[in-house]
């Protein structure tokens, strides 16, 4: 057997420095920015107790508390009111779960357990722990539950008290804990103290949501834009021929991710007999003083928790949006036999200061967000229409889309 000795390589000049600034004749195909920075100077934020002050480095001045993103670097530094007799000094940064069911039981999850030992006497050439200590410990992204790694919850806590009573909470804190020499050999004395910290991890949509003047010049153009879901308003047994179930058309932007500050804009359109319509949409109720609205668009939230095998979930409304009817066009007439359409236009919006994280699904919590088309008859006890509602899945992210013209791919 002959021995083949492998081809003669020689060395190549080192590969191109990768530079995010375009060079002339290379152009940025396609990328999502990341949103403009805040306008908000960051400035340190200082937490004093009896025996030591934490400073916390480059925080928002809006925050109530520290606040951190998704891979986040805690760094501050550490002043020691007395170093004469400490042994060591470390700090721990600690998330947990907890999550209830009344008639279930409850459970506490360890997200995170990143821990670091600032000073020690055994390891440190000075014999006098120094009076200040620089610390810096970054957030994980993921935790290990189960046989699953998912990406670590915002800080949330909720709580839902209709039996059976559901809760769930994620709380952040960093722990600084001070080892102290003593004179009795059976007591080692330690002291701690903990600052509670606020995990945001941020999110926005692939792409804008666009707001043009009507929607059916903008279908027109762009139908891509647009997400259309169709639904029916069932009737009840009834001996009239004229009436027949109303078919449902509800139109929103196909990004399906929007941010807590972003409008959303959405069509309705119904078709049906005239005389459906007709019993639909007249606005008198028998014996009735009020007259309820006919037509809703809304957000809701549902959150679901596992306890012991156990599921449980709950839905609460987050927002109202406005509607607004449409007029029908000058040249629609009523043909004997044919459907007959009815168009409304409106948008939606949740505030920052109602919602402060976006949906996440962790196993044990599930966070998930609907965008609702409601309508309902006049009388709807004793309407031959019943009333109807169709729930489309969005998702809600922390910021809107943006695109600066300093943004590049490297800002990701």
């Known amino acids: 057997m002959s021995l083949v000795l492998p081809p ?9 420095r990768y530079s995010y600034l375009l060079p002339e004749g290379e152009e940025t195909v396609e990328f999502t920015p990341r949103g403009n920075a805040p306008t908000n100077v960051l400035v340190n934020i200082t937490q004093t107790c009896s025996f030591l002050t934490i400073i916390l480095k480059d925080q928002n001045p809006a925050e109530e508390c520290p606040t951190y993103g998704r891979g986040s670097t805690i760094h501050g530094e550490i002043g020691l009111r007395s170093s004469a007799s400490v042994l060591s000094v470390s700090i721990k940064l600690k998330g947990r779960l907890r999550v209830s069911i009344s008639d279930s039981g409850s459970a506490t999850i360890p ?28 957030f994980p992204t993921t935790f290990k539950h189960g046989d699953r790694i998912r990406s670590i919850p915002p800080s949330f806590s909720e709580a839902y008290y209709q039996l059976p009573a559901i809760s769930a909470q994620c709380s952040y804190i960093l722990k600084v804990t001070i080892h102290n020499s003593s004179k009795m050999a059976f007591w080692n004395p330690s002291r701690s103290y903990s600052l509670w910290l606020n995990y945001r991890p941020r999110t926005r949509p692939q792409r804008p949501v666009y707001h043009l003047d009507r929607f059916l010049a903008t279908l027109k153009q762009i139908p891509e834009d647009w997400l259309e879901s169709e639904s029916t308003m069932r009737i009840r047994r009834t001996d009239s021929l004229d009436l027949k179930p109303v078919s449902c058309r509800f139109f929103f932007p196909s ?4 941010g807590l500050s972003d409008t959303i804009p ?13 019993l639909l949409l007249s606005s008198e109720i028998p014996n009735s003083g009020t007259e309820r609205p006919s037509v809703r668009v809304f957000i809701t939230r549902q959150t679901v928790v596992e306890v012991n095998t156990r599921k449980c979930w709950r839905t609460a409304t987050l927002v109202e949006g406005r509607v607004r009817a449409i007029a029908p066009p000058i040249y629609a007439t009523a043909v004997e036999g044919a459907d007959m359409y009815v168009d409304w236009e409106g948008e939606v919006r949740v505030e920052k200061d109602m919602v402060q994280y976006g949906g996440f ?46 943004s590049h791919p490297l800002d990701t």
């Open 8 to 16: 003669n390589y020689f060395p190549t000049s080192s590969p191109p």
């Open 111 to 138: 997200v995170v357990s990143e821990s670091a030992v600032l000073w020690s006497q055994d390891s440190a050439h000075k014999i006098i722990c120094p009076s200040v200590l620089p610390f810096s410990i970054v």
């Open 255 to 258: 990004v399906g991710a929007f």
């Open 266 to 278: 959405f069509h309705i359109q119904i078709s049906s007999s005239l005389a459906s319509l007709r």
């Open 361 to 406: 699904n962790i196993g044990t919590v599930v966070v998930k967000d609907y965008i609702v088309f409601a309508i309902t008859p006049p009388n709807p006890r004793s309407c031959p229409l019943l009333a109807h509602q169709h729930s489309v899945p969005i998702k809600l992210v922390t910021d809107v889309w943006t695109d600066g013209s300093t």
